[in-house]
């Protein structure tokens, strides 16, 4: 069943065009990834599916109600968390999280276990006295994240959650929110610049460039689509200017970068590509310190998607 | 739970720490029993209707206006918090419409106000109780007038807030404004000595309406003029409350 449905929409600000006419179908119960640079749209998209701002054409539907129309109703069953912090700068992380769950008509009783449960799920219960104020970016990152936990709903907006946040908490984050869909079955829209995130946490993945959906698809299938080819990286022992001339001749061997010791290459074909170049670095007489041939990653098919499609823009 | 009464209930708990109460507690108190009685050496008796006010009565009882004009300064500490802090986006996409946000930022400034108005009169009432004279019309009058004047100085903070991102600047104009209705209205002096031009400034100013009325309500001298007071407040407070109310409603995020 289809969580949210965006038909056509669009959305622009004075004369930029923030939104061109996308179409979305996300379904429910799935961790759906929306990736974009920065500037591509993917916040106003957000802002447009939480009924924050009205489109300009187009068509919305949020969890089976029309957003243009019934705003309130979709807003009662949504959790969001913005990208821009939001606190209370006076109150206390465990009073900030009691009185969330207060304004979502929490009732008490629940209000307290959720708050320690929150706590401790979030690892707040050492600073639970502090006020937001006086919080570090990470932790108040934490308690804004933990905070919409304390009501319940069907469908979570995050806007890039981890930002600020160690290693660490970002981890225990995103393990959090995998168990939360698997238990509660709740579906979650989720932006993000690390793709490592979305490749551990996201079932569909959309990427957005200059208000436009460029793809939707699994992380696999992406990889499938896109990730053909292998990054072939080779360290020499000693500085060889002239090595990026040595392997220019080989077909399907695309050089990225060289410094003379390191060099990076992409392939489709990378099995013949590597005997070629082990050939010639043998003929030469130059001695390898070490070699790889990794499959290419989510950020490298991002990176690539985004330059093609600023590619044909142009 | 109503949305507006927990959204009343959020606005109460974050704007009521001790520094507020003792601002809206011991400064007036401070007026009062200072100031008023150190200048009644200077300043005799104050003629307000058909009687004759002690200078201490005639300040306790404008405090009471003062004190409920600088309560509704909440209103647009809230506002302009709520958009710095990024809470009012929060609030927005959650189960709240503009409206709620609106009317529980009024019935906020309400109660606040009517607190305030009440803790002062409590306190001074020592001062002033010998030309108390409250009657079944007084006592809904000044409950009256305490919250159209609550909504009509809470519109002006609203107003302001919602112009202004700056810290520096919303508090200079805060400050600047709600100055020159504390100290250009009657709620310290009587416009009856005041020089003319500055009498006439003093009935430009909404705060010498209320402080009037309070007054009236407070030393049963409720006579046309009062009443043309309150219809002039009314007004105000209404006009001012449809600009504050569209303002925010337009605020973007």
Same mark, same amino acid.
């Given at each position: 069943m289809s969580c949210i449905e965006v038909h056509s929409l669009s959305k622009s600000y004075s004369s930029i065009l923030a939104v061109d006419t996308i179409d979305l179908s996300v379904e429910s119960g799935q961790v759906f990834g929306f990736l974009g640079p920065n500037g591509a749209g993917k916040s106003t998209v957000i802002k447009l599916l939480t009924t924050l701002i009205q489109p300009d054409s187009g068509q919305i539907s949020v969890l089976g109600?029309?957003?243009?129309?019934?705003?309130?109703?979709?807003? *009662?069953?949504?959790?969001?968390?913005?990208?821009?912090?939001?606190?209370?700068?006076?109150?206390?992380?465990?009073?900030?999280?009691?009185?969330?769950?207060?304004?979502?008509?929490?009732? *008490? *009783?629940?209000?307290?276990?959720?708050?320690?449960?929150?706590?401790e799920s979030f690892e707040l219960t050492q600073i639970r006295k502090k006020k937001n104020e006086d919080l570090s970016i990470g932790q108040r990152r934490r308690v804004q994240v933990a905070r919409e936990f304390m009501h319940d709903m069907d469908l979570l907006f995050l806007d890039e959650p981890t930002v600020g946040l160690d290693p660490s908490a970002r981890r225990k984050l995103l393990d959090f929110l995998k168990n939360k869909v698997k238990d509660t079955g709740m579906t979650i829209f989720y932006t993000t610049h690390v793709l490592t995130e979305a490749e551990y946490l996201c079932d569909n993945i959309a990427i957005i460039n200059n208000g436009k959906i460029i793809t939707v698809d699994s992380p696999n299938e992406l990889k499938n689509r896109f990730g053909n080819e292998k990054t072939i990286k080779i360290h020499v022992s000693e500085q060889f200017i002239q090595l990026p001339n040595l392997l220019k001749d080989i077909p399907d061997c695309n050089i990225e970068k060289s410094d003379g010791i390191i060099i990076t290459i992409h392939s489709t074909n990378s099995e013949i590509v590597l005997m070629n170049i082990l050939k010639i670095l043998n003929q030469n007489n130059i001695p390898i310190s070490d070699l790889s041939a990794m499959p290419t990653n989510l950020e490298e098919i991002f990176l690539k998607v985004v330059s093609d499609s600023d590619a044909s823009n142009n | 739970m109503h949305p507006i009464i927990r959204l009343v209930n959020r606005n109460i708990t974050i704007s009521v720490n001790p520094g507020f109460l003792i601002w809206q507690v011991i400064f007036p108190l401070i007026y009062i029993f200072v100031a008023g009685f150190a200048y009644t050496a200077l300043i005799d008796n104050v003629p307000f209707g058909n009687k004759d006010l002690t200078y201490p009565a005639f300040l306790a009882s404008g405090m009471i206006g003062f004190n409920i004009m600088n309560s509704t300064l909440v209103s647009g500490i809230i506002i302009w918090n709520d958009r710095r802090h990024g809470m009012f986006e929060q609030?927005? &996409?959650? +189960?709240?419409?503009?409206?709620?946000?609106?009317? &529980?930022?009024?019935?906020?400034? #309400?109660?606040?106000?009517?607190?305030? #108005?009440?803790?002062? #009169? #409590?306190?001074?009432? +020592?001062v002033f109780f010998e030309s108390v004279e409250f009657s079944p019309v007084t006592i809904p009058l000044i409950i009256f007038s305490s919250i159209t004047g609550a909504i009509l100085f809470g519109s002006i903070a609203s107003i302001i807030s919602t112009r202004l991102r700056s810290s520096e600047g919303f508090n200079v104009i805060i400050n600047t404004v709600f100055l020159f209705f504390a100290f250009v209205s009657t709620a310290f002096y009587p416009a009856s000595g005041a020089p003319q031009p500055l009498a006439t400034i003093f009935y430009l100013n909404p705060l010498t309406y209320l402080v009037d009325i309070i007054r009236a309500g407070i030393f049963g001298t409720i006579t046309e003029f009062v009443i043309l007071e309150m219809v002039i407040l009314a007004v105000l407070a209404s006009i001012l409350f449809i600009i504050a109310t569209r303002l925010l409603t337009k605020l973007d995020f």
């Open positions: 109600v029309n957003a243009i129309k019934e705003p309130l109703k979709i807003r *009662k069953k949504i959790g969001v968390v913005l990208q821009q912090p939001s606190y209370e700068p006076t109150l206390s992380v465990e009073k900030s999280l009691e009185k969330y769950g207060m304004m979502w008509n929490v009732d *008490k *009783k629940t209000r307290q276990i959720r708050t320690e449960e929150l706590l | 609030i927005m &996409s959650g +189960p709240f419409t503009r409206v709620h946000y609106i009317l &529980s930022n009024i019935a906020t400034i #309400a109660i606040i106000g009517l607190v305030s #108005a009440g803790l002062i #009169a #409590a306190v001074g009432y +020592p």
